[in-house]
């Protein structure tokens, strides 16, 4: 019979693919259409941070 809690590897935190530590977290509104979109990524949060660093990168572009 399996452990119904899993396995001692599922309880160890997940490593970030960055450098950095991702410890913050953000949340807004989307249309169902969006979010849908979004689900059906294969990685949906990390491309989200794409697309918001892309966001950012092209902004302080036109600001300098």
């Not at 309880?11 to 949340?27: D, G, R, V, W």
């Not at 990524?41 to 491309?47: A, G, V, Y």
Request: charged share 40%; glycine share 4%.
């Amino acid at each position: 019979m399996p452990n119904p809690k899993g396995s001692p590897e599922n309880l160890e935190p997940i490593q970030p693919k960055n450098e950095q530590p991702m410890t913050a977290s953000i949340s807004f509104r989307c249309t169902e259409e969006m979010k849908e979109e979004v689900k059906a990524k294969e990685d949906p949060p990390e491309f989200c941070r794409r697309a918001i660093q892309k966001a950012l990168d092209e902004e302080k572009g036109k600001q300098q």
